[in-house]
């Protein structure tokens, strides 16, 4: 007994070693990073001033841009999606470009949700009150709501928004779009699902951004409808509304002009219709496909005139109500 129990005493601290060769390996590795950091300090690029080097990163926006992509090659396997983070790579070069890219907000306004709502997350975090583009394409009910929350969040500081979702999800979307829009320039909202009929098309609330939208141009409705009395239809330079189901034809998608529908929502009386037109006197493009309204009251057209002398483009189709 004692013969073991000296052994026992005898045998190293192996946990205790472990623990101190970690803490002398960290602190080499900190030494190393330190050394490196030192290293490219002495490049040329390095000499560049922060702000010209942000401004180099940002010509990567466009060129390399950040996307979930399935790999070719797995394609048949159906494997999980590869994560292209694009120009975001240049923050892990070194800590110097890093901190650089992190600290210029500009880089960080084009808010993607196509990376996952954590990366989006971090964008707005990083763009902090930069004026923002958000693109967003609202998949699972149960994580869209939580992503349109966000975007509300920050409507305020929002130049221009794109969502697009399936019909069953975006009406209750739409629904949490309630703060104002003050910088808002360009809408855009979309269903997303091919081959739906006429049913399909979502009514948005009249009252989105709770019609606080002074600097909205443009806007763009893929089977999406706001009624003609909401007062985002004002001072718009540019409207495109197609109602349309899509359908596919040799290969192509097309838009498909729908059979006429009794839904006062969606082919209102021709008096909004008209009344909406008189508020966007500076309209230059106009697009209105399944949309038009009703034209059963012919003197309606008595006495109504409205102006749009900056018109260049006007697109207007489907059938009316007889």
Request: glycine share 4%; aromatic share 8%.
């Amino acid at each position: 007994m004692d013969r073991m129990r000296n052994n026992a005493l005898a045998r190293p601290n192996i946990l205790g070693d472990r623990d101190q060769l970690g803490q002398q390996l960290a602190l080499l590795s900190a030494s190393m990073d330190a050394v490196k950091a030192r290293i490219n300090a002495l490049a040329p690029i390095s000499r560049l001033p922060h702000e010209l080097l942000a401004a180099v990163f940002s010509l990567l926006l466009d060129d390399e841009r950040t996307y979930w992509s399935a790999v070719p090659s797995d394609l048949s396997k159906r494997r999980p999606r590869a994560l292209r983070l694009g120009w975001i790579r240049v923050t892990h070069v070194c800590r110097a470009w890093r901190h650089v890219a992190l600290d210029f907000r500009a880089l960080w306004r084009d808010i993607t949700f196509s990376l996952g709502s954590r990366w989006a997350q971090c964008m707005f975090g990083r763009a902090k009150n930069a004026p923002l583009s958000i693109l967003a394409h609202l998949g699972s009910p149960l994580y869209a709501l939580e992503d349109v929350l966000r975007i509300d969040a920050h409507l305020a500081h929002t130049h221009s928004l794109t969502l697009s979702a399936s019909n069953t999800c975006l009406p209750s979307c739409l629904q949490r779009l309630v703060s104002p829009a003050p910088f808002l320039h360009t809408l855009s909202l979309t269903v997303d699902h091919f081959g739906l009929g006429p049913e399909a098309v979502v009514i948005a609330p009249a009252d989105l951004f709770s019609g606080s939208t002074p600097n909205l141009r443009c806007v763009s409705l893929r089977n999406v409808f706001i009624p003609w009395t909401s007062s985002l239809f004002s001072n718009l330079s540019s409207l495109s509304i197609m109602l349309a189901v899509l359908s596919k034809a040799d290969g192509a998608y097309f838009w498909d002009p729908p059979e006429p529908v009794d839904d006062d929502n969606r082919t209102p009386d021709l008096a909004p219709f008209l009344e909406a037109l008189d508020r966007m006197s500076g309209l230059e493009s106009l697009t209105i496909q399944g949309a038009l309204p009703h034209f059963e009251d012919t003197m309606a057209f008595t006495g109504e005139q409205f102006n749009l002398p900056r018109l260049k483009s006007l697109d207007l189709g489907g059938q009316s109500k007889t």
